[in-house]
């Protein structure tokens, strides 16, 4: 699956340094990043594993899903943004509180800023 290879990419140009300032893992299926307890259980080793703070996904219906899923049933705090444009795009909910959009404006910023 192309969101598999793409994954495992962007995991070797971390390694080679071409992404600085994070650590880089994947391809994790979304509970082996959620949950030390379930990477443990299916042998997968990783400092990311369960503990992940950013969460990429392959499109945008797969996005809106996880980002509604997360906002009302785990009362996550989060923001969101489209990645691969010419500069950052905010993608808001007309239903997303304040907070979350104040999330996707600073996450946008910080992403111009590198």
Same mark, same amino acid.
């Given at each position: 699956?192309?969101?598999?290879?793409?994954?495992?990419?962007?995991?070797?140009?971390?390694?080679?340094?071409?992404?600085?300032?994070? #650590?880089?893992? *994947?391809?994790?299926?979304?509970?082996?990043?959620?949950?030390?307890?379930? /990477? &443990?259980?299916? @042998? !997968?080793?990783?400092?990311?594993?369960?503990?992940?703070?950013?969460?990429?996904?392959?499109? #945008?219906?797969? *996005?809106?899903?996880?980002?509604?899923?997360?906002?009302?049933?785990?009362? /996550? &705090?989060?923001? @969101? !943004?489209?990645?691969?444009?010419?500069?950052?795009?905010?993608?808001?909910?007309?239903?997303?509180?304040?907070?979350?959009?104040?999330?996707?404006?600073?996450?946008?910023?910080?992403?111009?800023?590198?």
């Amino acid at each position: 699956m192309q969101p598999t290879l793409d994954a495992a990419a962007l995991s070797k140009m971390n390694d080679r340094g071409q992404i600085k300032g994070c #650590i880089v893992d *994947g391809p994790l299926a979304i509970d082996n990043a959620l949950s030390e307890e379930a /990477a &443990k259980h299916k @042998g !997968i080793k990783s400092p990311v594993a369960g503990n992940a703070d950013i969460i990429l996904v392959p499109n #945008i219906e797969t *996005g809106n899903v996880m980002y509604k899923t997360l906002t009302y049933t785990a009362n /996550a &705090k989060n923001g @969101g !943004i489209l990645v691969g444009a010419a500069a950052p795009v905010i993608l808001t909910s007309r239903a997303d509180s304040n907070e979350s959009k104040l999330y996707s404006i600073a996450l946008a910023c910080l992403v111009a800023c590198l």
